[in-house]
């Protein structure tokens, strides 16, 4: 299986702050990552795919870059409603997999 | 609008059958990914399987000797089924639809607790 390895696990930060997550593949996925944010109890929702794309409807504070092995997300400028969990997933070989998950906290 | 409705049983004995399906509504059915995923409490997602469109499914290595997945376009649903489920099993189950570049749609979650 591809692992994925998401840094930090944990966060804090404050509004306004830039935030950027990191996720490392331990082999070359190309460009099959995506992005997911995930509040408490609820599903998650797709940010980012094919690691740079921004999905319809996402705010452009949202960023993705990277290729190969080593990916990040960006929050270009952190609102209210960014806290939450951040997960990388990969689709490039079976099975799909995903990044163990950063908390972005209030600082 | 695509809406993604799941049931099925939530608390289950070690050793039954955990058994969910997912109901589409307000979209293709066809041409997609329909995928499970699992989330024990506390914890990361896991992807369990999936049945593309061409109807090759996929299961994760660690899982697949108890699960199926299986899907009655007639009715647009999908199915999940593991058996012999033992308290490492307990999470919210979802389900989802994608494709090959990303998981779009969810289904509300489903938490399914194993407890004698």
């Known amino acids: 299986d591809i692992q994925m390895t998401q840094s930090p696990s944990t966060l804090s930060a404050s509004v306004g702050d830039r935030v950027t997550i990191t996720c490392r593949a331990s082999q070359s996925i190309s460009s099959w990552l995506a992005w997911y944010q995930q509040k408490p109890g609820k599903a998650p929702k797709v940010l980012i795919y094919?690691?740079?794309s921004l999905e319809s409807g996402v705010p452009s504070r949202f960023s993705g870059s990277g290729s190969g092995t080593e990916f990040t997300l960006t929050i270009s400028s952190l609102q209210p409603d960014d806290f939450a969990t951040y997960y990388c997933q990969q689709s490039n070989r079976y099975p799909w997999t995903f990044g163990q998950g950063t908390k972005v906290e209030i600082k | 609008q695509v809406q993604l409705q799941q049931w099925g049983a939530g608390l289950l004995k070690p050793s039954e059958t955990l058994s969910l399906t997912c109901g589409v509504s307000g979209g293709a059915f066809s041409g997609y990914y329909w995928i499970w995923i699992r989330q024990p409490p506390g914890k990361g997602l896991e992807w369990i399987g999936e049945i593309n469109h061409s109807g090759i499914i996929n299961y994760t290595p660690s899982l697949k000797s108890r699960v199926t997945i299986s899907v009655d376009s007639s009715k647009n649903q999908f199915s999940l089924k593991m058996s012999s489920v033992t308290a490492a099993d307990t999470a919210v189950y979802y389900c989802?639809?994608?494709?090959?570049?990303?998981?779009?749609?969810w289904g509300q979650g489903t938490l399914v607790t194993v407890s004698s």
């Open positions: 989802a639809r994608g494709n090959l570049y990303k998981i779009v749609n």
């Open positions: 094919k690691a740079s």
